[in-house]
């Protein structure tokens, strides 16, 4: 549990001294699993049981835990925190400070402006329920300091405006802004997906 069992950053990954591979939080945990031309900057922990593609970078200080899926060519910035038992597919970035709780689920092709936080938990300390992240499919884009609360589901090609708090599920191809996230078509400047 001291996190002493730690795994070396292999020769095809570039890692700076003070990033931790490998954090043990269990005993029988696994060390993840790593593929190639990995950027691991300082003070970032990669716990165990994680599998990461290729092309993985991150900032400093960002943190992967456990029970993570992550694909190829995923960016995640400094203070930027996986909270574990997620998935994450190819193509991502998540900016500095995002938050992405346990049982999130994240499509490819998706874009996490500074600060947004996503949530799994309806009723904080109140009540004891199953926690449930959201689901972000293809191509969606999180503007900064947007907040997605659980359960919700942003459907591909969406866009999140700016400080948005999107309290319900989100079609396909749709701009969501304000608090509470209100609706609207998909502005033609807006179309036509990420290309991360």
């Given at each position: 549990?001291?996190?002493?069992?730690?795994t070396e950053v292999t020769?095809?990954?570039?890692?700076?001294?003070?990033?931790?591979?490998?954090?043990?939080?269990?005993?029988?945990?696994?060390?993840?699993?790593?593929?190639?031309?990995?950027?691991?900057?300082?003070?970032?922990?990669?716990?165990?049981?994680?599998?990461?593609?290729?092309?993985?970078?991150?900032?400093?200080?960002?943190?992967?835990?456990?029970?993570?899926?992550?694909?190829?060519?995923?960016?995640?910035?400094?203070?930027?925190?996986?909270?574990?038992?997620?998935?994450?597919?190819?193509?991502?970035?998540?900016?500095?400070?995002?938050?992405?709780?346990?049982?999130?689920?994240?499509?490819?092709?998706?874009?996490?402006?500074?600060?947004?936080?996503?949530?799994?938990?309806?009723?904080?300390?109140?009540?004891?329920?199953?926690?449930?992240?959201?689901?972000?499919?293809?191509?969606?884009?999180?503007?900064?300091?947007?907040?997605i609360l659980p359960g919700?589901?942003?459907?591909?090609?969406?866009?999140?405006?700016?400080?948005?708090?999107?309290t319900e599920d989100v079609?396909?191809?749709?701009?969501?802004?304000?608090?509470?996230?209100?609706?609207?078509?998909?502005?033609?400047?807006?179309?036509?997906?990420?290309?991360?």
């Amino acid at each position: 549990m001291d996190g002493s069992n730690n795994t070396e950053v292999t020769t095809e990954s570039d890692g700076d001294p003070g990033a931790t591979v490998g954090y043990e939080y269990d005993s029988d945990s696994s060390p993840p699993v790593l593929g190639d031309a990995a950027a691991i900057r300082a003070g970032t922990i990669i716990y165990n049981d994680v599998v990461i593609g290729d092309g993985f970078s991150t900032g400093h200080h960002a943190l992967v835990r456990e029970l993570t899926d992550i694909g190829d060519d995923v960016l995640v910035g400094t203070n930027a925190v996986i909270d574990g038992r997620s998935t994450i597919g190819s193509h991502v970035s998540l900016q500095t400070g995002v938050y992405v709780p346990s049982q999130t689920e994240i499509g490819d092709n998706v874009f996490l402006g500074p600060h947004a936080v996503l949530t799994n938990d309806p009723y904080p300390i109140r009540q004891d329920v199953e926690l449930a992240g959201p689901t972000l499919e293809n191509h969606v884009s999180v503007g900064a300091n947007a907040t997605i609360l659980p359960g919700v589901t942003v459907g591909r090609g969406s866009f999140i405006a700016a400080g948005a708090v999107v309290t319900e599920d989100v079609p396909e191809e749709t701009l969501a802004l304000g608090a509470p996230a209100k609706h609207e078509p998909l502005p033609d400047s807006l179309q036509g997906g990420n290309d991360i």
